[in-house]
């Protein structure tokens, strides 16, 4: 059966229905007879309540060996919380959902950290397990953050009559100083691509051809291992998400472009390396 609701999404208002929730299991509360678990998505956490009496005894064996993080699939009735279970810091802290079948999906192996917000963890490891690291709470809000930064600066930059163009990340090498980082190509054999010496040649076209006179780009944010041992260039230019040409642009228009800059750089550097920041 596919997912009805959201875990975060479920309210008061949805009291006595039917529902089916799937997510990650983030805690596990074994009191006799009766298992709690606190199941999370992309939306929030929502206790589940798996009651050897009401769950079939195959499933509530599984709901006693569940680790952290492993992913299940719940169906039940949406119910009113207990007095003493109340969870007012949850926006699902009145509801809960009593278990009648749970599917593990897919069963995790010990974990090699916790994913606990306030836990502290060696760079190395977060990086080795990206994929757990990206469920923890603090870069989720970092790359929502980021999301709605560049959002509201796309909808704004739009409406003052800016074009959103995209510029190559890769083309022909040209002989300038700094040495190349290049990437072989499989179509051409023995043919090469290179990052741009001078990536504002692009903009300075656009602007030269009198057409994109105000134009803007992101730049993606990609990873270049190798130019973070060269000395001859500053890397920090890979990094800028807001190139902007520089014709016809008003004041207050610079001080946002330069803010929204500034957010999104500090955004980058808490996201890829945390560890500066916690």
Known sequence: MRRTHYCGALRREHMGQAAVCCGWVQTRRDMGGVIFLDVKDREGVLQVVCDGRR????????????????????????????????????????????AERLTVLSEAQPLPFSLDEDAHVREELRLKYRYLDLRRPALQRALRFRHRVQSATERFLDGEGFCQVETPMLCKSTPEGARDYLVPSRVHPGKFYALPQAPQIFKQLLIDLQTFQQCFHFFSVQEFPKLFFRAVRNTHKYHQTLP???????????????????????????????????
């Not at 079939?56 to 492993?70: G, K, V, Y």
């Not at 929204?260 to 560890?275: A, K, L, N, R």
């Open 55 to 98: 769950l079939p005894p195959e499933d509530f064996r599984r709901a006693e060996t569940l680790r952290m993080q492993s992913v299940v699939q719940v169906e039940g009735l949406i119910a009113h919380r207990d007095e003493e279970t109340y969870n007012p810091r949850l926006a699902t802290g009145e509801v809960e959902l009593r």
């Open 244 to 278: 902007v040409s520089q014709v016809l642009m008003q004041g207050y228009v610079r001080i946002l472009l330069i803010a929204c800059h500034v957010i999104m750089t500090v955004t980058y550097v808490y996201f890829f390396y945390g560890s500066v920041c916690s």
